[in-house]
């Protein structure tokens, strides 16, 4: 039983990968004419509204490739008191889902050069977005492919859960 289990995470943790590693994946997937589906983000406290949008996100195409901001990025952009949970450990539980075939962790502020590498056929982000206002939309939109924007779960946030956390 103890080698299946290290088997699995074995399996889990080979879907955490880097750029290059990425590129060379997702160049096989589209010989085999594969839609590739791609979204990022912080992650941090995983709830049901990032369930939902991984779940939508990956009902666009054939695999989906989540990228998510590094602990340094996520510092510079929501503050010095995040992340909650380091970019392996976020990165651990987006791999764990069925629906997500590679994650890979970012440096930058916004996934701009990882989409640059990719070249999704479809961009998704959530309903806080417009098509205008995503990171990689005119990009993805000049060769063809197009962006997705999926509703929000209601209730539900990462700076709420946190907010609720500190209040009690």
Known sequence: MENATHNKLDNIQSKIISATELKRLVAGWKVKSY???FT???FDLIHQGHI??????ANEGNKLVVGINSDASVKRLKGDDRPLNDAQSRALVLASMQYVDAVCIFEEDTPLELIKAVQ????????DYTPETVVGNELVNAYG???????????????GTIQKINNQ
Do not use: E, R, Y
Not at 145 to 159: C, D, H, M, W, Y
């Open 35 to 37: 839609q590739i589906v």
């Open 40 to 42: 990022n983000g912080v």
């Open 52 to 57: 939902a949008s991984i779940a939508l996100a």
């Open 120 to 127: 999704p056929d479809v961009l998704v982000k959530g309903g």
């Open 145 to 159: 492919g197009k962006t997705v924007i999926i509703p929000l779960v209601a209730g539900f946030s990462t700076t």
